[in-house]
């Protein structure tokens, strides 16, 4: 499941979270809901894990009752000051196959490491992972092992270069 790029706190958090047995998506109706509630009680396991180690850094829940779209807060300090945006995704219909996309809307187009949209870059690093590890890995392992990273490598450059200005 590991891969040597990651940190050893970002391994061992990884290693906390459940992996999800049921493969289904969206598609797979009564299966999906199965699915849902192993999603939900991982991201749980997740933010108790965060909490626990003074790590808290999002806010997630499903967007709609099918459980397909998904939105939250995501935070990343730097230099002592908090940055705080909105990020979204979709379930896609071949989940848990493909990983979701995550977007972070007011950052499209301030950074090379997103696409149209403003989803962000996890091509290299993330979705090899995810392909090899699904269908047991869910929406914590996408938080944990994609838009987790992709905050601490992209906003420290965005604050640096003056693309995100702290909020009053």
Known sequence: MGDQSWD???RATVQKIPLLTVKAGPRDKEEWQKRLKEELQALIKYIEINKAGDLDWFTIKPSNKEGTHWSGKCWYVHDLIKY???FQFDIPATYPATAPEIELPE?????AK???GGKICLTIHFKPLWAKNSPHFGIAHALCLGLAP???AEVPFLVESGAVKAKA
Do not use: I, N, S
């Open 8 to 10: 050893p706190t970002t």
């Open 84 to 86: 705080e945006f909105d």
């Open 107 to 111: 950052l499209e187009g301030k950074t």
């Open 114 to 116: 997103m696409y149209r």
């Open 150 to 152: 992709w905050l601490a």
